[in-house]
């Protein structure tokens, strides 16, 4: 039975992605840059021993998605996938994550590197990456296999808003 989930940013995004297009589709994008995180005053207590975690999990809401597909043609390769074996934007509940490199923190700022998230995007939730909890010796990508070399290079465009 569904449920009607609401949820409270805890924070937004500054970054110098003002449009999708262009982007990069990845924080290990070569075409990722620096940002801040500001976490709004009343979870800035949050923040608390956080500085000595060099990556963070950014857990966000896809503000600018205007529709759910439960289809969409990603942006590596040109065939129709299942939103759900792909990262695209467009989903059913359009929930962004993003794993970061924590530069410093300074009051209730977050001041980080490998940002591939839009300015003014709301910031859900913050988590801290720790490679025990979040790494897999065995792995595979199944249809994303074939793009390896070029998940670095791949840009957005503004297939995924209107």
């Known amino acids: 039975m569904p449920v009607n989930i609401c949820y409270e940013p805890i924070g ?21 840059r620096t ?6 005053s009343p979870f800035a207590d949050g923040l608390k021993d956080l ?21 969409v043609q990603p942006f590596l390769g040109d065939k129709t996938r299942g939103v759900f074996a792909t990262r695209a934007p467009s989903r059913p ?9 924590l530069e410093r923190i300074y009051e209730n700022r977050l001041f980080i590197r490998n940002m591939d998230i839009l300015d003014e995007t709301p910031v859900l939730d913050i988590k801290p990456f720790i490679p025990e909890f979040d790494h897999y010796e065995e792995v595979t990508i199944g249809w994303l296999e074939q793009y390896r070399d070029e998940i670095r290079l791949q840009r957005s465009d503004e297939r995924f808003t209107k």
């Open 12 to 32: 937004i995004v500054h970054s110098t992605f003002f449009k999708p297009d262009g982007m990069p589709i990845q924080p290990v994008s070569r075409h990722a």
């Open 35 to 40: 940002g801040i995180v500001e976490v709004f």
């Open 51 to 71: 500085e000595g975690f060099s990556h963070i999990i950014l857990l966000y809401h896809l503000h600018k998605v205007e529709e759910q597909k439960l289809e």
């Open 93 to 101: 509940n359009p929930i962004g994550l993003s794993i970061v490199r």
